[in-house]
């Protein structure tokens, strides 16, 4: 009995009672029997009922035995690898960096173009991963061209040119 | 008949389809031989690509590139031991054992060459299979698609490696994520919150490459960075191979047949098949001591098997718009854009289109042993370029390729969001291809539900009435019952062992 299942469990439990219930507020379509409140209130009700089962614990030897098998087959060495030095909350910033980047894509492409924006996505998770500003400079240097070549000439993408419009 | 198959040779001959094929077999042998980028990952990062291309030729470079990529998978399991993409993880072992013992050369041989050979069974069986099937689909009614759509999703839960518990909750997450939004059947906006950007829903295409390209990415930023591999000459591949064939007749048609069905089962795909095959080769061998060791056996079986499944997986995508696996659920939407709306009816009126694809899987598959001969020659180069330079420009890749399926930077958070949604099931153990599944197809259950149900006036009677359709909800309630039915008989087994 795993504690990520009791939470991840009652999570579910929450997201399948919110479901039901904000299904339930839907309006019905006049003379219709079903409405589009029928069906999220069905995955809702199910949801919260998966979710307490996994919070119980239930199902959970099918994922054992699974695991055990992958086990069985993955390289001992790989597994008993050391961790990377560094303290813990770093590890999950350089997890989420990837997400968070393309939300930062998302909130400056419009303002300052595609290729400056992209060379600040490709440089910083280079960084994340550990390389060497000998690789990531060009790689982000010349990457965030190359894509921009293919998507906005070949594939007529309207990427944003904003400060650093392409010859092209 | 033969009309049809010389127009589809027209087709598939033109010059824009043979660049294509050729352009993505590189792009799927050098995805797929990079750990951490799966076969999925190569097939979503394409779909920007397919848009500008004909539907021939969209068509042509998702069967090339995920063909390749499945094979490819196996080369870094024989010469690193880290599968390159899933499908490869269940004899990763056994063909790094072979490699040790000196043997890289039979281990990439067994690979390629029975990868070829079970892809190209595997399209015999779509060839076969599709057209009566479809002719049978031609009399479904919105009761049978109920059915068909629902048993789509539980087969899904019952083949995850994982608790069926997550496996169903993660396909009920799914059908809740494609709620959203105003595309059912009564046009009412549905937990959209308020925001213009999630009237028109989730898109597939930037979920499925959050959940399935930026997920992986997001696991690689912390995990090690695999070994190189040391340069090294290889022999003959190919030497010893028609032997092989011919000494183990039995593992790969059980191979073949066993990936041809888990293809054809929604949501299971070559991962999958690999696993069942390798395991099945273990307890029929007359050997099975040998496995792991380094044996030609299971590899024989589970490399036939999971390019099998490859194909088969097209065949409830074309018939029912019923994703067989995590790539199809892909090509799918990719078909939808292309004016190939999956349904019985493409098999008869885009036949010449049907006969094309089937002539695009041969030839990827006759293709991948003279390319992945080179491919192997060239691996211990390209398995040495650092992760650091690659998974950024997957990154770049995964928001530009969602931003131009839409041109709307709503695609790209998308994209962002499932890539942490991925993440977290994977880290729980909750199948991501189980809610994929949902989300593609959320819609079609839900209007085939609502639909039946106002033509049957509110009775459910209809829906267990009808001969095809009580099969249907039959075996789709056995789905449901299975794991209770494992879970009983483990127990009377433990309460044996116990006794005796």
Known sequence: MKLSDRLTGLGLVALGVAAYLGGSKLPPVPGQQVGP?????????????CGALIALGVGSKFEEEAEAEVAQHADPAAASAPPRVGPAWLDTLRTFAPPLLLLFYVLVVERIGFVPTAFIVVFATSLAMGARLKLALPLAAVAPVLAHLVFYKLLRVPLPAGWLPMPW | MM?????????????????????????GLVVGSLPGLSATMATALLVPVTFYLSPIAAVAT????????????????????????????????????????????????????????????????????????????????????????????????IVARSSPVKAIASMLFGLLVSCIGIENPAGTPRFTFGSPNLLGGIEVIPSLVGAFALAEVMRAMTAPEPPKPERRRFGS???????????????????????????????????????????MAKRFSKEPEKFGTGHPEGLIEAGASNNASLAS??????????????????????????????????????ASSMYALYIIFILANILMIPLGIIMIRLASNILRAPRAGIMPVIVLLCGVGSF???????????????????????????????????????????????????????????????????????????????????????QARARAVQGA
Do not use: H
Request: charged share 10%; net charge neutral; aromatic share 10%.
């Open chain 2, 62 to 157: 998702i069967v090339t590139a995920s063909a390749m990529a499945i094979f490819s998978g196996d080369i870094p399991g024989c010469l690193l031991r880290i599968p390159g993409t899933p499908a490869s993880a269940a004899y990763t072992d056994e063909a790094y054992a072979m490699t040790r013992k000196g043997q890289p050369e039979l281990a990439l041989g067994i690979c390629v060459w029975f990868s070829a050979i079970g892809g190209i069974v595997g399209t015999l069986s779509l060839i076969v299979l599709a057209p009566p099937l479809a002719e049978m689909a031609l009399n479904f009614s919105t009761f049978e698609y109920f059915w068909l759509a629902l048993l789509g999703l539980m087969c899904a839960t």
């Open chain 1, 37 to 49: 409140n029928v069906f999220p209130m069905v995955v809702g009700a199910g949801l919260a009922i």
């Open chain 2, 313 to 350: 997986g097209w065949v409830p995508s074309l018939l029912f718009a019923i994703p067989g696996d995590t790539i199809t659920a892909i090509a799918i939407g990719v078909l939808y854009m292309k004016g190939l709306n999956p349904g019985p009816s493409l098999f008869t009126e885009k």
């Open chain 2, 237 to 279: 591949l190919l030497r010893g191979m028609v032997g092989l064939t011919r000494k183990y007749p039995v593992p790969q048609v059980r191979g073949n047949i066993v990936g041809i069905i888990i293809g054809v089962l929604p949501g299971a795909g070559a991962d999958i098949a690999a696993w069942v095959s390798y395991s």
């Open chain 2, 3 to 27: 009309a049809t198959l010389l127009e589809a040779m027209r087709m598939v001959m033109a010059p824009d389809v043979l660049i294509a094929i050729l352009l993505s077999a590189v792009y």
């Open chain 2, 404 to 490: 131009a399926t839409g041109a709307n930077l709503f695609l790209v958070t998308t994209v962002a969001a499932f890539g942490v949604i991925g993440y977290f099931m994977e880290r729980f153990g909750y199948p991501v291809a189980a809610m994929v599944l949902g989300i593609v197809m959320g819609t079609m259950v839900e209007q085939n539900f609502v639909t039946s149900l106002i033509k049957s006036d509110g009775s459910i009677w209809p829906f267990f009435s009808r001969p095809i359709a009580s099969v249907l909800a039959l075996l789709t309630f056995a789905a449901l019952l299975w794991p209770v039915v494992a879970w009983l008989r483990r």
